[in-house]
């Protein structure tokens, strides 16, 4: 279930990223700042990245099923990271609303939380696993 759940996730959340650069280098180099642009794409970058994890988290979850608990709160995490620290990027730099960079780093908080998930079920997983 996870498998499936979160690799068509992960697929649309990279998918979008792919889209969502495209935007941003074909429509948005004109209307933005230099910086604003920057920020855009730092949202993009980070929404590949976790897009694909997503994607290794739901290949792993098949890997380690003893660890499913910390695997599905990996996704949860990594997803939930991408929601507020990408989405947060993308309408700081198309509203230019500068407290909503406070949102940011939440994001990440929620980044790292999924990662460390994921760590343990990979330890706890292989240790039961063989």
Do not use: N
């Not at 999924?114 to 706890?124: K, M």
């Amino acid at each position: 279930m996870l498998l499936k759940k979160y690799a068509g996730i992960g697929a649309v959340v990279a998918g979008l990223a792919v889209a969502f650069g495209a935007f941003g280098a074909h429509s948005l180099k004109e209307t933005l700042t230099e910086h604003d642009l920057e920020v855009f794409e730092t949202g993009v970058r980070y929404q590949m990245y976790h897009g694909l994890g997503l994607l290794i988290v739901a290949l792993l979850s098949e890997r380690f099923p003893s660890a499913a608990k910390l695997t599905r709160w990996s996704a949860r995490l990594l997803l939930i990271g991408t929601v507020l620290f990408s989405g947060s990027l993308y309408f700081l730099a198309l509203s230019g609303i500068d407290w909503l960079g406070a949102i940011t780093p939440l994001g990440g908080v929620a980044f790292l939380a999924g990662w460390a998930c994921l760590a343990v079920a990979a330890f706890r997983g292989g240790r039961s696993a063989g």
